[in-house]
């Protein structure tokens, strides 16, 4: 009788799911007319991020995510633009705020409404890399900031 193969640990998995996004971003094609463009730098990593941002109704209609940088970085950038298209300002600040939260309390428990970021529990562990983690989310909160003014760019450094 065949011995059933083991499942990989959640760690594998998440690790897999992370390199999945970086290797293969989504919404990765940029925007032709953009409300906002908003871009991130990290100086001490030198990750970049770029997040073009069309709004409809109070909402995010569309979103594109474009980097350079490390694996979790980029798929931090990639799981955020399928999360907050179609919501509105308040709630992708309440969804930043879950996933900071989780990455800077890395033994509390992952927020459901996160969904895939849970992936990145294990990377607060390693208090260097949140800031990988959060450019993106950080630089998509300009983002919104600009827009509710009036504005069209604006660069984040961390």
Sequence with gaps: MPQPVPEPEFDELYRELILDHYRSPRHHEPLSEPDVVAEGYNPLCGDEVEI???????????????????????????????????????????????????MREPEGESPEELGDLEAFQGVAKFPARVKCATLAWHTLEDGLTQHEQGGHAVRREE
């Design 52 to 102: 073009r941002l069309t709004f409809s109704n109070g909402a995010v209609r569309d979103l594109s995510f474009h980097g350079r940088g490390c694996s979790i970085s980029q798929a931090s950038g990639s799981m955020l633009s399928d999360l907050v298209i179609g919501k509105n300002a308040d709630e992708i600040r309440t969804l930043s705020g879950l996933f900071t939260t989780m």
